[in-house]
């Protein structure tokens, strides 16, 4: 399955943003999909997952209450709405998508390009 994400851009902090995820070239709905973030010299970062259907989402901590992660199977798309904006959330976001399950990247078999989100304070 391909991927690619968009959506990313400069906001203040307290604002926010909604990256999307398109997939093609599989079955989207046989995947549970997932957003990580990496900021500039840092390790990538599980941000949140949402399963097959989009009952079941899980979130780090950092971002539980402020971000919201859905899904749209006829569109082939998920989504990651981020609310309350800090600096901290500043990097680059990443969509993946596997037929398991878990917040590992290793856990993730396909990987869209990023989208950089900038939260300036």
């Known amino acids: 399955v391909q991927l690619q994400a968009s959506g990313g851009g400069l906001v203040q902090a307290g604002g926010s943003l909604r990256l999307s995820c398109a997939a093609s070239g599989g079955t989207f709905r046989s995947y549970v999909m997932g957003w990580f973030r990496q900021a500039s010299g840092k390790e990538r970062e599980f941000v949140a997952q949402?399963?097959?259907?989009?009952?079941?989402?899980y979130y780090a901590d950092s971002v539980k209450g402020r971000f919201t992660i859905s899904r749209d199977n006829a569109k082939n798309t998920v989504y990651l709405q981020m609310n309350s904006l800090k600096s901290e959330d500043t990097a680059v976001y990443y969509c993946a998508a596997t037929l398991r399950s878990g917040t590992s990247l290793y856990d993730y078999d396909y990987w869209g390009q990023g989208t950089q989100v900038t939260v300036s304070s």
């Open positions: 949402i399963s097959w259907g989009g009952g079941s989402t």
